[in-house]
């Protein structure tokens, strides 16, 4: 184990499966060099320390990953035929970063995630039902990406468009990703360009006549004389809290309900939990798969002056990654971190949604349908195995991480 190279990290098997790697290069180096001007962060205090430095770990890293790995010529024609990539929360800084986040704080709030509980059971409880109809079936297809696929288009409006917000949602996790063959890159550049008319057209609508939904709160948004958000900043916005707002809670929920079957004690003390009405026990669950599973893997930060992180000079103009997954298993900050442990004291002082001002804005609406569907699926079904013969296999991806598919079989309970 101790032999993996520092370069091996872009080795697609070493992405899909990375833990190997980060108990290699952990106790050596938490901040591992990959190449020229590349570095990756692992260890948890030190990913703190970068979100929180926002003056030299830049979150502006979009162009110079544009530069670094140029669009193709027939890519470029494609995305020509939409509207350009605006930098508004992910990929900006203060104070372009403050403005976008003020407006969309004020649409996506604690008090329009409650006011969608009933709905969010509703759309869990129909689910299960369906699966129990059968007794089987595809996690992942089944209820990990219908549940926070409706619930995201139906705030972002586009509760009648399912299929397509998981096929655009895709498009743009793989060009992030940035591990596709050339005929899938152009695929997805016609996504992109599908999108963005598709919403604009929307756009319009809201601005015709208000509706109850987030984007056309993001359309009438103003705070402190600010002025409204344009089509292309709220193009830009809607494709990330579309992605956000649903890719990584249906990895986070397939991977918890994994490890829940990997582990039956665990999964003992969940039931026990939900069978009680223990909504602390299952809050702090879902706190324990965001940390053990991590589906935002890392995030980029660019280098605006040379640096020192963790003793190891990064020159400026480098990229880092943080790695938030390694993080996340560090044993300085969580002893025994690859064991799945639910009722872990400080589970909820993980980087799944990283941290500061980036963290993710769609966190609340991801912890609450994680809570709901853990809650109804542990008093509604029983006896969770793995399909006979499956062996759970993660697509690489260089920031996401989840399952493709999670076959199993199950019973209702009586």
């Known amino acids: ?31 591992v060099p990959l190449s020229e001007g590349m570095f990756l962060v692992l260890s948890y205090d030190l990913c703190v320390q970068a979100t929180g430095a926002v003056d030299i770990f830049s979150n502006d890293f979009q ?29 900006a800084d203060p104070p372009v970063h ?67 917000v998981k096929r655009w949602s895709d498009a743009f996790v793989d060009r992030l990703g940035r591990m596709i063959p050339k005929e899938r890159e152009l695929e997805c550049a016609r996504e992109v360009v599908e999108f963005q008319h598709h919403v604009k057209a929307k756009i319009d609508e809201r601005r015709a006549r208000r509706t109850d939904d987030l ?21 830009s916005i809607m494709q990330q809290l579309m992605v956000a707002g649903n890719e990584t809670t249906t990895s986070a929920l397939a991977g918890g309900l994994l490890q829940l079957i990997e582990n039956p004690d665990q999964m003992a003390k969940a039931v ?44 400026k103009g480098a990229m880092v990654q943080l790695r938030y997954a390694a993080a996340n298993r560090d044993p300085a900050r969580y002893p025994d971190p690859d064991r799945f442990d639910i009722e872990r004291a400080n589970a909820r002082s993980h980087l799944a949604f990283g941290k500061g001002i980036h963290m993710c804005i769609g966190n609340m ?22 399909a006979d013969g499956h062996t759970p296999s993660w697509p690489p991806n260089m920031l996401l991480r989840g399952l493709a598919t999670l076959p199993i079989t199950f019973r209702r309970r009586a």
């Open 1 to 31: 184990m101790n032999d993996i190279a520092a370069g091996s990290f872009f080795d697609p098997q070493v992405i899909a499966d990375p833990f190997d790697y980060y108990r290699a290069w952990l106790p050596k180096s938490p901040v």
């Open 63 to 91: 162009a110079t990953l544009s530069g670094a790995m140029a669009e193709d010529g027939d890519v470029a024609a494609i995305l020509a035929e939409g509207w350009p990539q605006v930098d508004t929360l992910l990929t």
């Open 98 to 164: 403050t403005r976008f986040r003020k407006l969309v704080n004020l649409a996506f709030s604690m008090k329009r995630v409650a006011a969608i509980e009933e709905d969010m059971r509703r759309v869990v409880v129909g689910l299960i039902d369906a699966m129990a109809e059968k007794g089987e079936g595809d996690f992942v297809r089944d209820f990990g990406i219908p549940l926070p696929v409706a619930m995201i288009a139906g705030q972002i409006g586009m509760e009648n468009d399912l299929d397509r």
């Open 215 to 235: 984007l056309s709160d993001l359309v009438h948004a103003e705070v402190d004389g600010e002025r409204p958000l344009e089509d292309a900043e709220i193009l």
């Open 272 to 315: 026990a939990a939900a069978d009680a009405g223990d909504e602390r026990t299952i809050l702090n669950l879902v706190e324990e798969v965001l940390r053990i599973e991590s589906p935002t893997a890392g995030m980029w930060r660019r280098v605006l002056t040379d640096t020192q992180l963790g003793g190891v000079a990064i020159p």
């Open 365 to 386: 609406l991801s912890r609450k349908e994680m809570a709901v569907a853990y809650s109804e699926l542990l008093t509604r079904l029983t006896d969770f195995r793995l």
